[in-house]
């Protein structure tokens, strides 16, 4: 198993431009999160899904938009680059699970480097 | 106020040493504690978690929480250098029903030989 890979790595961009950042699980996991990291704030939420064709916003959505047409893909979307957004990207996946005392690991994928010149 | 404080350091220590890290929070609805260890350049990777307070204990590693003090801390014993590393104590809330992980700012830590 992959586990979760995210595509491009690193990725240069001007004030402006339009890009989209894939995330691809292989674990048939329900849930799938995007974060961005950026120094001294620790990971904040930028947008997750419960499922396949839905989405919602997370705690830092405003200028990124997500899509999940696929269960094993996450795709988060920058309209208009602004040099704000650039930080270190991370997709997460967990399975199913938020009753009682079950616990469902986060797993994530190894980041996309994202400068916005 | 964030929901979660974690010291940033960064913490040096020489290698065999008693290392302390710790967090505090604000929400009482936390059920899950966990801690994720960091690598440079890569994703974090789930170390422990704990469920409501106590303490959890594996290999070098143990987690102590405190829910009445909202004060949860990882301790590792004997120290090696392939313990650098930035660890981020995170913990588990519902959004929306969906599970959500509010994290601490990370603190970056180093061992040295």
């Known amino acids: 198993n992959a586990g979760v890979t995210q595509t491009p790595k690193f990725r240069v961009l001007k004030t402006g431009q339009s890009m989209t950042l894939l995330c691809a699980q292989d674990?048939?996991?329900?849930?799938m999160y995007w974060y961005r990291q950026d120094p001294g704030m620790g990971l904040r939420l930028i947008h997750y899904?419960?499922?396949?064709?839905?989405?919602a916003k997370g705690e830092v959505p405003d200028g990124y938009n997500v899509s999940r047409l696929k269960k094993q893909n996450f795709l988060l979307g920058l309209e208009s680059a602004a040099p704000s957004q650039t930080s270190v990207y991370f997709c997460?996946?967990?399975?199913?699970?938020?009753?009682?005392?079950?616990?469902?690991?986060?797993?994530f994928g190894p980041g996309t480097r994202l400068t916005v010149l | 106020q964030k929901e979660v404080e974690q010291d940033p350091g960064p913490l040096s220590v020489p290698e065999g040493a008693i290392v302390s890290l710790n967090c505090t929070y604000s929400?009482?609805?936390?059920?899950?504690f966990m801690w994720y260890r960091q690598y440079s350049r890569k994703g974090p990777e789930l170390l422990m978690y704990?469920?409501?307070?106590g303490n959890k204990e594996d290999g070098r590693f143990t987690a102590q929480v405190d829910k009445s003090s909202k004060y949860i801390s990882l301790f590792i014993r004997d120290s090696q250098p392939s313990d650098s590393a930035t660890y981020l104590c995170?913990?588990?809330?519902?959004?929306?029903?969906?599970?959500?992980?509010?994290f601490g700012q990370g603190t970056r830590l180093t061992i040295n030989p």
């Open positions: 997460a996946s967990t399975s199913t699970g938020l009753a009682g005392g079950s616990y469902n690991e986060q797993f």
């Open positions: 674990m048939n996991h329900e849930y």
């Open positions: 899904s419960v499922g396949e064709g839905t989405t």
């Open positions: 929400n009482s609805a936390f059920q899950y």
């Open positions: 704990t469920y409501s307070s």
């Open positions: 995170a913990m588990r809330a519902t959004l929306q029903g969906a599970q959500k992980l509010v």
